[in-house]
C-alpha cells in the first residue's frame, strides 16, 4: 500500500476562462468552474485510488473548508485518514483559459502546532497494513518547522517503508539528508538547490547527482512538455512525454509521481514510462482532476526512454 501525507492541504477551485480575457481590475464570466481536493499527497493518493491502486491519505483537515475536502475525497471513495487541526484548511485558486495558460492563487494556510504534526506522521505509520511507499508531499503551513518532510521521512523508514518527497527548499533539502528514496522536483525546484541556472538536459543531470551526494538515492526531474530524467548513482534514463493540448496543467506532476510509483515494481523504465502516460493525461483534464484509466491508455507507446540522452538538449519546460 501506498500512504501519502499532505501537511497543507487545500480546496481547489479551477475557473475556465476564455483566452485572452484576463486582466487586473475587470470582471470575467468563466466557461466552467471545479471544485478539487487537492495537496500534492492528497491528488497522489487520489490518482492510484482512481486506477485500483491501494493508497491512503493522511492529511490535516480543519474548519468549515476541511469538512469540504472530506466530502470531495469521500465522493472518490478514498482511504483517508484526517486529523482535525483548529485553524481553516486553506483555499487554493487556479485561472486557466482554452489556451492553457495557468494563473495560479495558493494560499499560505493555517499554523499547526509541533504536538499536530508529530500525531500527523504517527497516524501515517501506524497503520495496519503494510506500507510499501510513503510519500509526503507539498508546501508546509506556516511556522511549521522546516524539517516536517525529513521527519516523515524517518518515520518511514523506521516501518521498513520506502519514502518519496515532493517539495521545495529546504524542506527538500533536508528530505535527502535524511535519506529519502525519491524525490521529484522540477526543473525550477532542482535549480534552488543547487543555486545555478539550469539550461541544458546534461546540466540537469549533474545538478541531480549533486542532490544525490546530499543523501537522496534517486532523483525524478520533471521537464513538463520535455518529459523528465531519473537519475540515480548508476543509471540515468531520459523519458520524453507525449504531446497532448493543456487544459490545466494542475496537479500533472501528482499523476505523474503516482503513475511512477504505480509500475515501480516493473523496473524503473517501465514506470517511467509509466509516469510519463499518467502526467500526459492529467494536463487534458480540467481542474486537478485525477485521470482514470481511459484517460491513460491512449498515451501508453508513445513516450520513449534512452539510457543516452542528447546532453545538449536546451531544457525550456519546468
Known amino acids: 500500500m501506498i ?21 487586473l481590475g475587470g470582471v470575467i464570466r468563466p466557461l466552467a468552474t471545479r471544485c478539487d481536493a487537492g495537496g500534492k499527497g492528497v491528488n497522489v493518493a487520489r490518482a492510484l485510488s482512481l486506477n485500483g491502486f491501494r493508497s491512503r491519505a493522511v492529511l490535516t483537515l480543519g474548519q468549515t ?63 495496519t497494513d503494510e506500507v510499501d511507499w510513503l510519500v509526503t508531499c507539498g508546501s508546509l503551513p506556516p ?51 543547487v543555486k545555478r541556472e539550469l539550461t541544458t538536459l546534461g546540466e540537469i543531470i549533474e545538478a541531480a547527482k549533486e542532490v544525490i551526494e546530499i543523501g537522496c538515492k534517486a532523483v525524478i526531474v520533471s521537464m513538463g512538455s520535455q518529459g523528465a530524467v531519473y537519475v540515480s548513482a548508476t543509471d540515468v534514463l531520459y523519458a520524453t512525454a507525449p504531446k497532448v ?8 506532476g501528482d499523476s505523474s509521481l503516482a503513475g511512477f510509483l504505480s509500475k515501480i515494481d516493473a523496473g524503473v523504465e517501465a514506470a517511467l514510462l509509466e509516469s510519463m502516460a499518467w502526467g500526459a493525461a492529467a494536463v487534458g483534464l480540467p481542474g486537478s482532476q485525477m ?11 508513445i513516450s520513449k526512454v534512452t539510457l543516452e540522452p542528447d546532453l545538449s538538449l536546451v531544457v525550456v519546460g519546468d
Open 3 to 23: 500512504v501519502t501525507i499532505t501537511p497543507n492541504p487545500s480546496l481547489d477551485y479551477t475557473y475556465e476562462l476564455p483566452a485572452g480575457k484576463f486582466s
Open 65 to 127: 473548508e476541511g469538512q469540504h475536502i472530506l466530502d470531495l475525497l469521500m465522493l472518490e471513495d478514498l482511504d483517508t485518514r484526517p486529523l482535525l487541526v483548529k485553524g481553516a484548511s486553506r483555499v487554493n485558486v487556479t485561472l486557466v483559459d482554452i489556451d492553457g495558460n495557468t494563473t495560479k492563487i495558493n494560499s499560505l494556510g493555517s499554523p499547526i502546532s509541533p504536538g499536530e504534526c508529530r500525531g500527523l506522521v504517527a497516524l501515517a505509520i501506524t497503520a
Open 143 to 193: 511556522a511549521v518547522d522546516k524539517g516536517f518532510h525529513a521527519m516523515a521521512v524517518e518515520g518511514g523508514k523506521s516501518i521498513g517503508a520506502k519514502t518519496a518527497v515532493d517539495c521545495t527548499g529546504e524542506p527538500l533539502v533536508l528530505a535527502c539528508k535524511a535519506g529519502v528514496d525519491l524525490i521529484k522536483p522540477n526543473v525550477h525546484e532542482l535549480r534552488d538547490i
Open 245 to 252: 493540448k493543456p487544459r490545466s496543467t494542475s496537479g500533472a
Open 291 to 301: 485521470p482514470v484509466e481511459a484517460d491513460i491508455a491512449p498515451l501508453r507507446g
